[in-house]
């Protein structure tokens, strides 16, 4: 028997983006070249006004996943 199934669904996404961004010195050696990637991108979470609104130039759905049932009718 078919049945209307509302549900929500949370979708895991993947993108790239490509900004000229401001680097604080903390995160480059002597060279001006980037050496501790993890706490860059801990910075960049931190501070997602500086970026967090661009549109990725590369996005893909990774995965689907139904989170619980809302209303079956």
Not at 39 to 68: M, T
Request: with cysteine.
């Amino acid at each position: 028997m078919k049945k209307t199934i509302r549900f929500p669904v949370d979708t895991t996404t993947r993108g790239e983006i490509e900004i000229n961004l401001h680097v604080p010195e903390e995160f480059l050696d002597e060279d001006g070249e980037v050496f501790d990637d993890d706490g860059l991108c801990d910075w960049l979470n931190d501070n997602r006004g500086e970026w967090y609104d661009i549109v990725p130039v590369f996005e893909e759905i990774q995965s689907k996943e139904a989170v619980e049932i809302a209303n079956v009718y």
